[in-house]
């Protein structure tokens, strides 16, 4: 007899998750009553119409995904073991890439593990779990979590909206050692400071690590204007790495305050400028004194947190290459980002590219890029590969 409850495929169903993608739609399953009275987080088989069976998931009635895949095999064991086995292996991956503790762990789906994030600062590692599934297996995720890293301490940060779709409610607690106020990060050579309780996400994004190196190496004697700068990414390396004159601009005081906080702490503080302003104001205000900069960052929050709002992101995309294409300086550089996964990469390099010309400005695309390595994409699943990256040449 199968140890958990089995979920069938409707016929001719399932074509991503028999190709090897780890996801399952409601309307994909047949939903009888059996199948609808599980408990959200229920431990499942998943049966196609024929074949073999697709193996172990996670089932939420409630869900749009209703099954994330967790193991090929049907009945696998989901406990300590299970999770240890996958944090070694994504520990082992970060080491080839990372000298210092300071990465993302787990990346969801990318590490296969779907609904569960863990980013790691040194001796202290913040877990995010968006799934009801995920949820209900935290008791072995922090078992394993303390076996394989053994941080001090270990933050909850369950908060995300995204838990309201799977019937869950935010918390934010110390799962172990204490709740810091803030933290330290050390990320290509700079130090940065972090709120893991309060700042946005677990506090930093490691993602944009690699982007943020390259826009470095552009720095030295070149200013520098980073839009929705949060705790200061981009600026505060930008200044370190030799730009004579940096300013951030971003709407929370709290962010504002720890970037100028590692201004500080890297001895760049008198060549750094932080400004509490709504970026298209700034841009708009900006523009109107002629004011440019050699390099201008825009890295915005999501425009795009769902399908329904496509239309309204792009053109919100299109305002703002066109805002901070107008600030850029002749023969500087534009970076424009969108971390939303459901804007396709095409329609962004679109949006982009109209937004310069209608600046009345001429640019060379002259980098395309994603995450980092610590934000591996699962090859089945594109709406992992959701950070892009793009840096203009502008005439």
């Known amino acids: 007899m199968p140890a958990h409850p089995i979920i069938r495929l409707k016929p001719r169903e399932g074509r991503r998750a028999l190709a090897g993608a780890p996801w399952i739609f409601s309307n994909e399953i047949v939903m009888d009553a059996r199948t609808k009275a599980l408990a959200p987080g229920t431990l499942v088989n998943v049966l196609p119409e024929r074949g073999e069976p697709l193996g172990t998931g996670y089932f939420n009635p409630k869900s749009l995904i209703a099954v994330r895949l967790l193991d090929s095999v049907p009945d696998a064991e989901i406990g300590d ?55 209900a297996l ?34 934010v607690r110390a ?29 930093w994004y490691y993602d944009q690590r690699d982007n943020r190196a390259f826009i470095a190496k552009l720095a030295p004697g070149r200013t520098v204007l980073d ?13 370190k790495f030799g730009a004579p004159e940096v300013v951030g601009v971003d709407s929370s005081v709290p962010a504002l305050a720890l970037a100028q906080e590692a201004a500080a702490s890297n001895g760049i503080a008198p060549r750094c400028k932080f400004v509490k302003a ?4 700034e841009l708009e205000r900006l523009a109107a ?44 550089y534009l970076l424009l980002a969108s971390c939303s ?36 994409i699962h090859p089945m699943l594109p ?11 502008v005439d």
């Open 278 to 281: 709504e970026v298209f104001e």
């Open 383 to 393: 709406e992992t590969a959701y950070l892009k990256t793009l840096l203009y040449a």
């Open 341 to 376: 996964h459901n804007m396709p990469r095409e329609r962004f390099e679109q949006e982009c590219a109209i937004g310069l010309a209608r600046a009345g400005r001429r640019g060379a695309m002259i980098r395309e890029a994603g995450a980092g390595p610590d934000h591996p």
């Open 227 to 239: 839009c929705y700068c949060y705790t200061g990414g981009f600026a505060i390396l930008g200044a």
């Open 138 to 171: 935290s008791r072995p995720i922090l078992a394993a979590l303390n076996e394989v890293v053994a941080p001090k301490h270990v933050i909850l940060r369950n908060d995300t909206p995204s838990r309201a779709l799977e019937g869950l409610e935010p918390y």
């Open 289 to 332: 004194a002629g004011e440019t900069f050699d390099i201008v960052i825009a890295d915005p929050p999501p425009f795009v947190k769902s399908r329904k709002d496509l239309e309204a992101g792009a053109r919100a995309y299109r305002k703002l290459a066109r805002l901070a294409a107008s600030v850029t300086a002749a023969n500087g």
């Open 81 to 135: 073991a299970f999770f240890a086995s996958h944090f070694a292996r994504a520990l082992a991956r970060r080491a080839a890439f990372f000298s210092e503790h300071f990465y993302r762990l787990v990346h969801a789906e990318g590490d296969g593990l779907p609904g569960l994030t863990i980013d790691r600062f040194d001796d202290l590692c913040v877990v995010q779990i968006t799934t009801a599934g995920m949820e």
């Open 175 to 203: 799962a172990r050692g204490e709740m810091p106020a803030r933290l330290a990060v050390a990320e290509n050579g700079a130090r940065y400071f972090a709120d893991p309780s309060g700042g946005q996400k677990t506090g």
